[in-house]
Structures are given as structure tokens and as C-alpha cells.
């Protein structure tokens, strides 16, 4: 008994050191793949709701496999905030203008401000900018010339621009499409055109990006469009600390989130979740000059 004892124990001791690697080996090979470098091309850290954490949450973040956050601003201050924490964290890029909801008061002093900030070799974007017909915080006309004028600020400085289209489809693609503002780069954030609308985008050079909508479960009418979009043209987003994406729908998102969205994108299309991690940071690095 005893010598058999010893037997089983000597078999267990020699081989354990084998299992822990063949698991350890394994465990490895699943973080390798968590690992994919990933993006989040728009993400609101100098949001209050990140006041007590925001370290943290980049921290997270970088834990995850992000690589780069794309911190877009919405106003003048918050666009001088985002060059701030910018300037904070190495991952973190900054996007800087006028959303259409902070359309009214806005003047020659504030687009000469945010030109000045554009100077700054974080800045990689202008955004967010574009049109909101949903809650109409500006009155429409107003948030079309403001944002005219930072699409011409976007084509002077020759940087891409990130556009915010919510239930102004029709204008958006007007506007994207007239002759003054053809050779534009840029992204639609948080995609919830047609399919139609995102070919129209894409045919002039447009990036989608998708975010934590795309994994609702009332959403097939979205993820129908994210199937046909190539993924030579897709990006990811969380849109944090809003729009989070399923299973933590109701919380407050961050940018560690993006990994369900690119996630989603990749069940959706039948591709591993690595290759759509690649692409989208790649499309990225392509779009915002991310070395
Ligand atoms: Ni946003």
C-alpha cells in the first residue's frame, strides 16, 4: 500500500509540473487572443460620471487590450478638458468641437480657440459635429451652419472629422455628398442610418462605427446593416459612459467595454473575433494618423 502510495504520489509530483504548464499554456493562449489589440474611437472621459474613477478606468482599459481612446469633445470646454486628460494618459487622443446640442452662443472667438487647440499633436480629430434632430436642444438652422463651418475647419486643417447623425439622416448624406465638402474624411459615430445611407457614406471615403446599440437585442434592423458594411470600413466605439453595450446594459459604460462591440461584430459576420480586433484598429490607425 504504502509503496503503491508512494507510486501514485510520484506519478502526481512528476506530472503536475507538466499539467500546470499544459494549463498555464493554455490560459496563455486565451489571454494571447483577450489580447488583440482593440480601439475605442469615442469615448467621453471628461465626463463627470468618471470623476471619481477616471484613472482606473484607464487603467482598465489598458488591461483589456486597448491600445488607443479617441476622448471627443462636445464644446469648447470640454474640447480644452479632452486635450487635458489627453495629455494625462499616453493611450488617450483627443477630438476636439462643437456638438449640434451646443450649437447656440457659438462664435468666431470659439472656432478660433478650437483651431488654436487643434495645433496640439494629440489632437486627431474634429468631433463630435453634426446634426441632432431627435432632442433639437439648437434650433436646426443654427446647428447646420455650426456644423458647415467645422466641416470647413476640418478641411482647412485637414483633419478627419467625427459626425453625430441622430434622426438627420437625410441632411447629414446631403451635406456629406455636396461638392464644397467631397475629400472630407471622417466617421459616423454610432452608426443608425440604412443600409443605403452607409453605402452613400462609404462611397466617399466615410468610415461606420458601431457601438453598444449593435449588441441590443432589439436591434436586428442595426446588425443587418453591420453584416453588409465591409469590414474594411468599420469602426468601434463605446460612446462611454453611454450606450452600454449587452450584457451591462443599464450601467455606466467605459472604454473597456469596445471588446463586446467588436465581439458582436465579429458573431455577426462569422469572423474571429482577432481578425475584426485587427481590422477596426487598423482602419483606425488609418483614419486618425495613430502611429
Ligand atoms: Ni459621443
Given at each position: 500500500m504504502l509503496a503503491s502510495r508512494s507510486y501514485e504520489d510520484s506519478r502526481g509530483f512528476f506530472y503536475l509540473p507538466l499539467y500546470v504548464e499544459s494549463c498555464w499554456g493554455g490560459m496563455m493562449a486565451i489571454l494571447e487572443e483577450d489580447k488583440s489589440q482593440i480601439i475605442d474611437t469615442h469615448a467621453h472621459l471628461d465626463d463627470e460620471k468618471f470623476h471619481e474613477d477616471r484613472e482606473d478606468v484607464v487603467t482598465r482599459a489598458k488591461e483589456t487590450g486597448l491600445k488607443y481612446i479617441i476622448n471627443v469633445g462636445c464644446d469648447l470646454s470640454s474640447s480644452r478638458k479632452v486635450m487635458a486628460l489627453a495629455e494625462e494618459f499616453s493611450m488617450v487622443y483627443a477630438a476636439i468641437g462643437i456638438h449640434p446640442h451646443d450649437a447656440q452662443g457659438v462664435n468666431e472667438g470659439v472656432f478660433r480657440e478650437?483651431?488654436?487647440?487643434?495645433?496640439?499633436?494629440?489632437?486627431?480629430?474634429?468631433?463630435?459635429?453634426?446634426?441632432?434632430?431627435?432632442?433639437?436642444?439648437?434650433?436646426?438652422?443654427?446647428?447646420?451652419?455650426?456644423?458647415?463651418?467645422?466641416?470647413?475647419?476640418?478641411?482647412?486643417?485637414?483633419?478627419?472629422?467625427?459626425?453625430?447623425?441622430?434622426?438627420?439622416?437625410?441632411?447629414?448624406?446631403?451635406?456629406?455628398?455636396?461638392?464644397?465638402?467631397?475629400?472630407?474624411?471622417?466617421?459616423?459615430?454610432?452608426?443608425?442610418?440604412?443600409?443605403?445611407?452607409?453605402?452613400?457614406?462609404?462611397?466617399?471615403?466615410?468610415?461606420?462605427?458601431?457601438?453598444?446599440?449593435?449588441?441590443?437585442?432589439?436591434?436586428?434592423?442595426?446588425?443587418?446593416?453591420?453584416?453588409?458594411?465591409?469590414?474594411?470600413?468599420?469602426?468601434?466605439?463605446?460612446?462611454?459612459?453611454?450606450?452600454?453595450?449587452?450584457?451591462?446594459r443599464g450601467k455606466r459604460n467605459e472604454p473597456m467595454n469596445v471588446r463586446l462591440v467588436v465581439e458582436k461584430i465579429a458573431e455577426i459576420k462569422g469572423l474571429p473575433y482577432q481578425a475584426v480586433a485587427e481590422k477596426t484598429l487598423e482602419n483606425a490607425k488609418t483614419l486618425f494618423g495613430l502611429s
Amino acid at each position: 500500500m504504502l509503496a503503491s502510495r508512494s507510486y501514485e504520489d510520484s506519478r502526481g509530483f512528476f506530472y503536475l509540473p507538466l499539467y500546470v504548464e499544459s494549463c498555464w499554456g493554455g490560459m496563455m493562449a486565451i489571454l494571447e487572443e483577450d489580447k488583440s489589440q482593440i480601439i475605442d474611437t469615442h469615448a467621453h472621459l471628461d465626463d463627470e460620471k468618471f470623476h471619481e474613477d477616471r484613472e482606473d478606468v484607464v487603467t482598465r482599459a489598458k488591461e483589456t487590450g486597448l491600445k488607443y481612446i479617441i476622448n471627443v469633445g462636445c464644446d469648447l470646454s470640454s474640447s480644452r478638458k479632452v486635450m487635458a486628460l489627453a495629455e494625462e494618459f499616453s493611450m488617450v487622443y483627443a477630438a476636439i468641437g462643437i456638438h449640434p446640442h451646443d450649437a447656440q452662443g457659438v462664435n468666431e472667438g470659439v472656432f478660433r480657440e478650437l483651431k488654436e487647440l487643434s495645433k496640439h499633436n494629440k489632437v486627431v480629430a474634429f468631433g463630435e459635429i453634426g446634426l441632432d434632430y431627435h432632442y433639437d436642444f439648437s434650433p436646426r438652422e443654427l446647428q447646420r451652419e455650426v456644423f458647415l463651418s467645422q466641416l470647413d475647419l476640418g478641411k482647412e486643417l485637414d483633419l478627419p472629422v467625427i459626425i453625430h447623425d441622430r434622426e438627420a439622416h437625410g441632411d447629414i448624406t446631403e451635406v456629406l455628398k455636396s461638392k464644397c465638402y467631397r475629400g472630407i474624411r471622417g466617421v459616423l459615430h454610432c452608426f443608425s442610418g440604412s443600409y443605403e445611407m452607409a453605402k452613400e457614406c462609404m462611397n466617399l471615403g466615410y468610415y461606420i462605427s458601431f457601438a453598444g446599440p449593435i449588441t441590443f437585442t432589439n436591434s436586428r434592423r442595426l446588425q443587418e446593416v453591420a453584416s453588409k458594411v465591409p469590414l474594411d470600413f468599420i469602426l468601434a466605439e463605446t460612446d462611454s459612459p453611454y450606450l452600454t453595450p449587452e450584457p451591462y446594459r443599464g450601467k455606466r459604460n467605459e472604454p473597456m467595454n469596445v471588446r463586446l462591440v467588436v465581439e458582436k461584430i465579429a458573431e455577426i459576420k462569422g469572423l474571429p473575433y482577432q481578425a475584426v480586433a485587427e481590422k477596426t484598429l487598423e482602419n483606425a490607425k488609418t483614419l486618425f494618423g495613430l502611429s
